[in-house]
């Protein structure tokens, strides 16, 4: 457990994973058989990922409850995240005197060729988002790297005038050419290493995966296009 630190500040990084935290080992977690050989290690278990997006699902509800909120899922890695983080919002607005009236919208953006970012940025879901012009944006990603996704998204955002914008990201990378500012709500801050599950992927494959865990090299060979 050494080099994971709680950063208590917003904003700040949220759980900090240190660049030699080695990981869990694959024997102590359940996982599909049709992965074995394709990952390294667990870096984040499925329970620690619903505890701090529960906690994540606290901060939000005590800055902007009572704010009707625009949700920007950011598709594909980020849908899960979102799911639970929503589903989360939407228990504590029951059982609160605060509430957040949240609508859900989709965009989808790619960058990646491989376990490598491109300059292309596509955004392949609805481009026209009018709709959000005066209104409050969570914009909800899975996994912030360079930060070039997430700066091209948020410029096209700004375009359609919304009020206000916060970021919600469930990993942010340690990066030397990380060009964004860090999200509002970060769930944790890991080295720099290519990691899936949890819907994040690797040419569409290991979204089945619950936990969030490092590929190894032959799981990038295999599943390589």
Sequence with gaps: MADVVLQTERGSG??????DWPGYSL???SYPAHYAGDLQCVVVPHGVIMDRTERLAHDIMDD?????IAVLCVLKGGYQFCADLVDKIKTLS?????TIPMRVHFIRLKSYLNDQSTEDLHILGE???????????????????????LKALLKHVKAFQPKMIKVAGLLVKRMPHNTASVPDYVGFEIPDRFVVGYALDYNEYFRDLNHI???SDSGKMKYKI
């Design 27 to 29: 024997e102590l977690f």
């Design 94 to 98: 029951c059982s609160s005197d605060r």
């Design 127 to 149: 481009e026209d988002l009018s709709f959000l012009a005066g209104k409050n944006v969570l914009i909800v990603e899975g996994i912030i790297g360079t930060g070039k996704t």
């Design 14 to 19: 949220g759980i900090v994973i240190g660049d």
């Design 213 to 215: 865990c490092v590929i």
């Design 64 to 68: 902007l409850g009572d704010h009707d």
